[in-house]
């Protein structure tokens, strides 16, 4: 299934930021994306059936006598 999303700015989009188009189409806080703090980043136990995540990986990690490497996306996409 594909998806096509149509960007909500004026007719000539090219002159306006990138970012600030699709913050607005996100009602995103434009400021906050590029000037996050402390209070913004979600502690990593908060976030959805991490336990699990890291259960498996040790599992893995013990059964297969390897170390793991973790790779973060941290952008906001």
């Known amino acids: ?37 402390k209070d913004d980043v979600i502690h990593y136990s908060k976030l959805l059936r991490i336990d699990k995540v890291v259960n498996a990986v040790r599992v893995f990690s013990k059964r297969e006598s390897s170390k793991v490497g973790v790779v973060v996306d941290s952008d906001t996409d």
């Open 1 to 37: 299934m594909i998806t096509i999303y149509k960007l909500k700015s004026p007719s000539n989009y090219f002159e306006n930021d990138l970012l600030e188009v699709v913050a607005k189409n996100r009602n995103a806080d434009l400021h906050k994306i590029k000037n996050p703090s």
